[in-house]
């Protein structure tokens, strides 16, 4: 499997399995937290979501910052992958 790099370069994807598992598992992690209805922003909500009309106006500029730790307490394990490289 190759993926993209900036520049266009490709790069091949080394140890295929242990990634597609950690995917897997970061999948139903997320997807137990919204059954549970923990549907909230996470990081890069103001610059990756095509719905970041509907944050407040000072969304990047305050909101979210100020609400990070809430959103990590409530969304859970699922902030973990958040900081994978």
């Keep these: 499997m190759l993926f993209p790099g900036p520049g266009g370069e490709l790069f091949a994807l080394d140890d295929l399995e242990h990634h597609l ?3 897997a598992s970061a999948v139903a992690i997320a997807r137990a937290g919204l059954l549970a ?8 909500a103001s610059q990756y979501n095509d719905l970041a ?3 407040p106006a000072n ?3 305050g909101y979210l910052a100020r609400k990070d730790m809430i959103f990590r307490e409530r969304l859970g394990e699922v902030t973990a ?3 994978e490289p």
Excluded: V
Excluded at 37 to 44: D, E
């Design 53 to 55: 009309f509907a944050l």
């Design 59 to 61: 969304a990047q500029h």
């Design 37 to 44: 209805g923990a549907a909230l922003p996470g990081i890069g």
């Design 81 to 83: 992958i958040w900081d």
């Design 21 to 23: 598992e950690r995917l």
